[in-house]
Nanobody, 125 residues
Framework: DVQLVESGGGSVQAGGSLRLSCAFS????????MAWFRQAPGKEREGVAF????????YYADSVKGRFAIRHDNAKNTMSLQMNNLELEDTAMYYC???????????????????WGKGTQVTVS
């Protein structure tokens, strides 16, 4: 079974930083798209950052561009999201996601992602 497990969430003051990690197992990939999504109460789940494991190309939502950085480590089977200069609007449950099919992250529709973690809460005050 494929498992994605997020960690690193917590409470932080505005302007602070957090680093989220996603550990995955049972997931074989070679040139796939992986991503971080978030969902605030009463809002739809939205894509925050995407990374193509084939060459490391990354994409970011405009709201986090310049503040967040997505990375993946093939050797450790992990993906991370470094979040700096956090804002109140960043408060949400954050999920890591992975696409079982090969392909770049040019198409960033939520429905392409087959595997999801259970989420980690980020609260900015």
């Amino acid at each position: 079974d494929v498992q994605l497990v997020e960690s690193g969430g917590g409470s932080v003051q505005a302007g602070g930083s957090l680093r989220l990690s996603c550990a995955f197992s049972g997931y074989t990939y070679s040139g796939n798209c992986m991503a971080w999504f978030r969902q605030a109460p009463g809002k739809e789940r939205e894509g925050v950052a995407f990374i193509y494991t084939g060459d490391g190309t990354s994409y970011y939502a405009d709201s986090v561009k310049g503040r967040f950085a997505i990375r993946h480590d093939n050797a450790k089977n992990t993906m991370s999201l470094q979040m700096n200069n956090l804002e109140l609007e960043d408060t949400a449950m954050y999920y890591c996601a992975a696409d079982s099919g090969a392909g770049s992250c040019a198409v960033q529709l939520i429905r392409r992602f087959d595997y999801w973690g259970k989420g980690t809460q980020v609260t900015v005050s």
